[in-house]
């Protein structure tokens, strides 16, 4: 069965996304040969989850309130209010707050600096 392999983050300024990023979940970001790319390391091959890269966007940037027209990644997350606050602090946004999802966890869906919607995940059985 297909499973992604890999994800992509459009920014209109790379270097502030990649701030962003770095410092909200210390992920590592290595520009690919000279080229306007870059390779994003989100955690050791033990690891469940996938890396990605960072492209300098093509267009508008998305506008506050339109409807997610894109594939929005969910990462997993100790606590989501911790989280949370350290995207604000980074420059990050809000777009849906934390959430119960019954028997699995607390989610919520913040933006980055480059308006970009990404979910949280913190799993939590007894979550209501």
């Known amino acids: 069965m297909p499973r992604p392999m890999h994800f992509e983050i459009h920014a209109e300024v790379p270097q502030r996304a990649?701030?962003?990023y770095s410092g909200l979940f210390g992920w590592t970001f290595n520009q690919w040969a000279g080229q306007p790319y870059?390779?994003?390391k989100t955690g050791e091959t033990s690891e469940p989850g996938i890396d990605g890269g960072l492209?300098?966007?093509q267009g508008a940037s998305p506008a506050d309130g339109q409807a997610v027209n894109a594939f929005a990644c969910t990462i997993a997350s100790v606590v989501v209010d911790e989280i949370w606050s350290k995207a604000i602090a980074l420059g990050g946004s809000a777009a849906l707050p934390k959430m119960a999802?019954?028997?699995?966890?607390?989610?919520?869906?913040?933006?980055d600096t480059e308006g970009?919607?990404?979910?949280?995940m913190q799993n939590d059985p007894a979550a209501k």
């Open 18 to 20: 990649i701030a962003f």
């Open 38 to 40: 870059w390779l994003i």
């Open 55 to 57: 492209v300098p966007r």
């Open 101 to 111: 999802i019954p028997g699995v966890g607390w989610l919520a869906y913040l933006k």
């Open 116 to 120: 970009n919607i990404f979910g949280i």
